[in-house]
């Protein structure tokens, strides 16, 4: 499985440079972890819990981190065994640049996994892929650069004149609104 993306941080590169060497930013990045340690230097051991289709694990292994030239690219690997439930390993080729005020955070990600995660099939592998890398990055841009800006208008409160948003609380609203017309009409004559 290989997947490329990319993420606009808001914040400079020299603040989210960093923030991914730190195991405690990294930790609260990756979706189930339940623990992270080491050094950018020995590595990272980790645990991580997931679950892929019906397959549940808890994966321990090392993470490490090579190939890193300050300030702009690195490259981080993982790999991890599940027990019974197989192996995942991958890694991602993270690499930075200037973006306005903020930083273009750019990711090329290869995956592989084996044992009963295998027989799942490519296509809930390669989604279940997509899906973490991008709770990652997300999480990483979010920890980093800040929540996404607030929207300057909040939302209306449900009342009987405005229904309820949404297709279905929008048809309801309009049979509320039409039975009501109708019974006014009726009341009337």
């Known amino acids: 499985m290989e997947l490329s ?8 590169p020299d603040i989210v440079w960093p923030a991914i060497l730190d195991p405690e930013v990294l930790a609260a990045c990756i979706p189930g972890c339940e623990s992270l340690t080491g050094s950018v230097e020995a590595g990272y051991e980790a645990v991580v819990v997931q679950k892929v289709g019906p397959v ?3 994966f321990t292994g090392v993470v490490t981190l090579s190939d890193i030239i300050p300030g ?4 981080i690997t993982g790999e991890g065994k599940g027990g019974a439930a197989g192996f995942a390993k991958g890694g991602a080729k993270v690499s930075l640049s200037p973006d306005g005020e903020g930083t273009l955070l750019t990711y090329e990600v ?8 295998a027989q799942l099939g490519s296509r809930i592998i390669d989604g279940f892929t997509k899906k973490l890398a991008d709770q990652f990055f997300e999480n990483f ?8 800006p607030e929207t300057d208008s909040e939302p209306e409160p449900e009342t009987e004149e405005a229904p309820k948003k949404g297709w279905f609380g929008r048809l309801w609203g309009k049979k509320d609104a039409e039975t009501a017309a109708e019974t006014a009409e009726g009341g009337d004559a």
């Not at 702009?72 to 490259?75: K, M, P, V």
């Not at 290869?110 to 995660?117: E, I, Q, S, T």
């Open 5 to 12: 993306d990319s993420r606009h941080i808001a914040a400079r």
């Open 141 to 148: 841009a979010a920890k980093v650069g800040g929540p996404p």
């Open 56 to 58: 549940s694990a808890r």
């Open 110 to 117: 290869k995956a592989n996994v084996g044992g009963k995660l």
């Open 72 to 75: 702009q690219s690195l490259t």
